[in-house]
């Protein structure tokens, strides 16, 4: 990693203990073992998140890459993505492709992913779940899902300032959304989505949304029959 200036939460994935504060003052620790996936519990969340994906899948916010990882182990063809070069560093050294690019840059297989993964409340980057979601929306092939993690029932949603601190360093604030699972239909109401099916893990909240761009010729190929989930 020699030649990078590390912000803090490069530090947080280089293994130097972290924390993230809101503009209220309350600070939490960075939860690096779930995004790691060290625990049994979190292991299961993260089998559920990408058991269904059996098409290209793009890992928006990749982290480093315990998803893509675990997709390509499956023989499933997968990217990731992320503007920690930390986060790239580390999904490549597991053996998983990786860009380091904003989610708005101009990304390979635009219109032709079967699946999009937005876990660990990645649907809050930049305070703007809409956005982020008609983002997924463009990068989906027509009829493809996005698999979205979000806040468990009663949350509500709302949007906060937060930095990254270590006991050295501090970042900068930046915006960022939690949206509970009660909001998950509207949201994807509003941006070309619809909820087929949703799931709870060891306390994780997960809802698969499928593309409302499907043709018609997919749509009839695919008839929903009522209490099964549409998502294979």
Not at 53 to 61: A, E, R, S
Not at 162 to 185: K, M, N, Q, Y
Not at 194 to 216: F, K, N, P, Q, Y
């Amino acid at each position: 990693m020699s030649g990078f200036e590390l912000d803090v939460f490069d530090r947080a994935l280089a293994g130097e203990k972290c924390w993230v504060r809101d503009a209220d003052g309350v600070r939490h620790r960075l939860p690096m073992a779930r995004w790691l996936g060290l625990s049994g519990t979190d292991r299961r969340a993260d089998l559920a998140l990408t058991s269904r994906c059996d098409g290209p899948t793009v890992d928006l916010g990749c982290g480093p890459g315990r998803l893509v990882a675990a997709l390509l182990q499956r023989g499933v063809l997968a990217l990731g993505v992320d503007i920690s070069p930390t986060a790239v560093a580390i999904t490549r050294f597991r053996g998983a492709p990786a860009l380091r690019r904003d989610l708005f840059d101009p990304l390979p297989g635009t219109g032709r992913w079967a699946y999009a993964l937005l876990a660990d409340g990645n649907i809050g980057i930049g305070g703007d779940p809409a956005r982020i979601l008609t983002r997924t929306a463009s990068l989906l092939m027509p009829g493809g899902v996005a698999v979205v993690e979000f806040g468990r029932p009663g949350t509500g949603s709302a949007t906060r300032q937060l930095r990254v601190e270590s006991r050295t360093h501090v970042g900068r604030w930046f915006p960022w959304a939690t949206v509970s699972i009660d909001h998950a239909a509207d949201l994807a109401r509003g941006t070309g989505f619809r909820v087929v099916d949703t799931a709870e893990v060891g306390g994780r909240h997960i809802a698969w949304l499928r593309s409302g761009r499907a043709s018609r010729a997919a749509v009839r190929s695919r008839p929903v029959r009522s209490g099964a989930s549409e998502v294979a």
